[in-house]
């Protein structure tokens, strides 16, 4: 899931663990246990495109990962606290805690808004306003105490808000590798999108306001579980959701009479009305969109798989990203090159299924030690991306 998706969750899950013991600062841990996974993203600045297409939602992810990190990270927050230097320690915390807000926040302006610098900035000087105010009224007026909770209890509002994070990714089509470093499988049961408002909006509105309340009042308690309930019966919905979609394309591919191998279908970025359907032959795959509110009946398009194209299977870079994609891909050449798309994210809206109108697409150089893969590309062109979202909102209302 996105990243403020993320940030909510955990900060929900620690006032769940810790709120009536050290109220808000539950929600700023569990927010920051929440984060720390996706800080393997910082495997782009030391790993090469392939290695960290790999590295990411790994170990990090994982179940052990969770265990340990809760072990760790428990003990070393207790430490900060019992450290006579814990303002300074604590102003780092707070400066790095809101730069991830800001990072969160950014990313879901980049898909809300074309261009989102005005929002930007305005968000910024909102998020460096409240850390000024919050941190100088904290530690700076000799009004602070110490939290009271154990190295126990700190180890429990890590391990919750560790694991919540890669078990919500597991929803998703990306998945995460849950059982690493014992296997590389990932877990991807794909009924949510990686950002769905539905999802976050009223889960982020409940725990504003129960951070509003004190610790001592139970409606702030009241108002933290009705989030999680709310969130949770909707992710509920969405795997409901997905038993009738594929049920809807199982029904169109037998009536189409396409046989297919498998196929696997895919919710559309910011909604579970609109679904994708990639479907499997020996030598193509069938693609398909689906909204719950189309009247015309399913239509498929097929596409080659292309996988002659390829001089050598076995080629490292090959073989990860296979993997990668569950090996719902097809290859495309292009001039001196040759492109791969990941078929399960989906096509762009009103394609004619061109080069650039794959959703998630690698392109490769051929090099003297095999394949290389340039950085991965995601999302729409840029003088495409103003348009994304009316066709977008416009296929979601059925076609």
Request: with cysteine; glycine share 6%.
């Amino acid at each position: 899931m996105d990243s403020l998706t993320q940030i909510v969750l955990g900060a929900a899950v620690g006032e769940l663990v810790l709120g009536k013991k050290i109220g808000n600062r539950a929600m700023v841990w569990g927010a920051i246990g929440g984060t720390i996974p996706d800080l393997d993203v910082l495997g782009k600045f030391f790993l090469s495109n392939i290695d960290n297409l790999a590295f990411h939602r790994a170990f990090s992810h994982s179940i052990l990962f969770s265990i340990l990190g809760a072990l760790v990270f428990g003990k070393l927050v207790h430490a900060i606290y019992k450290s006579p230097n814990h303002k300074w320690i604590a102003l780092v915390f707070r400066s790095l805690a809101t730069i991830l807000v800001g990072f969160a926040v950014h990313f879901m302006l980049n898909i809300i808004v074309p261009k989102p610098l005005i929002p930007m900035l305005l968000a910024a000087a909102a998020l460096a306003y409240f850390l000024y105010r919050s941190t100088y009224k904290k530690y700076f007026t000799g009004l602070w105490k110490a939290p009271e909770a154990s190295v126990k209890d700190w180890q429990r509002l890590f391990f919750w808000s560790l694991l919540t994070h890669p078990i919500l990714d597991c929803f998703t089509m990306y998945g995460t590798q849950l059982f690493s470093p014992f296997t590389n499988t990932r877990v991807a049961w794909s009924t949510i999108s990686v950002a769905d408002p539905v999802y976050t909006l009223p889960f982020i509105i409940c725990l504003i306001v129960a951070a509003t309340y004190k610790r001592e009042n139970s409606l702030r308690g009241k108002w933290n579980k009705l989030g999680i309930l709310l969130s949770s019966l909707y992710l509920c919905a969405t795997v409901v959701n997905k038993f009738h979609v594929n049920a809807v394309f199982a029904n169109a591919l037998s009536e189409q009479k396409i046989e297919v191998k498998r196929y696997v279908t895919n919710p559309a970025i910011l909604s579970n009305v609109l679904w994708s359907c990639v479907a499997e032959t020996d030598t193509s795959f069938f693609l398909s969109q689906y909204s719950l509110f189309d009247h015309s009946a399913v239509v498929f398009t097929e596409v080659a798989k292309n996988h002659g194209l390829l001089k050598n299977k076995q080629d490292e870079t090959l073989k990860t990203l296979a993997w990668f994609s569950d090996d719902y891909y097809n290859v495309i050449p292009l001039e001196n090159s040759l492109q791969m798309n990941d078929l399960r994210f989906g096509v762009f809206f009103n394609e004619d299924y061109a080069v650039d109108a794959y959703i998630f697409r690698f392109e490769l150089l051929d090099g003297e030690n095999g394949y290389v893969m340039q950085e991965a590309q995601g999302g729409p062109p840029k003088e495409k991306q103003a348009n994304m979202f009316n066709a977008l909102w416009k296929r979601i209302k059925g076609v």
